[in-house]
């Protein structure tokens, strides 16, 4: 069982940039970052693998940034030129051996 915490979630302008971090209690293989607007099913935001191969929706492509810290554990997401659209829960996600696991999410809310 691995346990996703994630953290960096908050309030900003429109053209600004957040951080979002998401930590796993153990190796794995994908690490990724899906969100879900109010009202929309969850979507791909971005994928890393362990071996730092990475996977973008196309929304996102350009302003957004995902990496990995595979000693902690930890992917992050970089998000710069925010847009309102961009607003959503912001889930952490990831895989090893066929299993998903899923962070609790952490708002972002992009004021226009």
């Known amino acids: 069982q691995v346990q996703l915490v994630e953290s960096g979630g908050g309030l900003v302008q429109a053209g600004g940039s957040l951080r979002l971090s998401c930590a796993a209690s153990?190796?794995?293989?994908?690490m990724g970052w899906y969100r879900q607007a109010p009202g929309k099913q969850r979507d791909l935001v971005a994928t890393i693998t362990s071996r730092s191969r990475t996977n973008y929706a196309d929304s996102v492509k350009g302003r957004f940034t995902i990496s990995r810290d595979n000693a902690k554990n930890t992917v992050y997401l970089q998000m710069n030129s925010l847009k309102s659209e961009d607003t959503a829960v912001y889930y952490c996600?990831?895989?090893?051996?066929?299993?998903?696991?899923w962070g609790k999410g952490t708002l972002v809310t992009v004021s226009s």
């Open positions: 153990g190796s794995v293989f994908v």
């Open positions: 996600n990831a895989a090893q051996a066929g299993v998903y696991y």
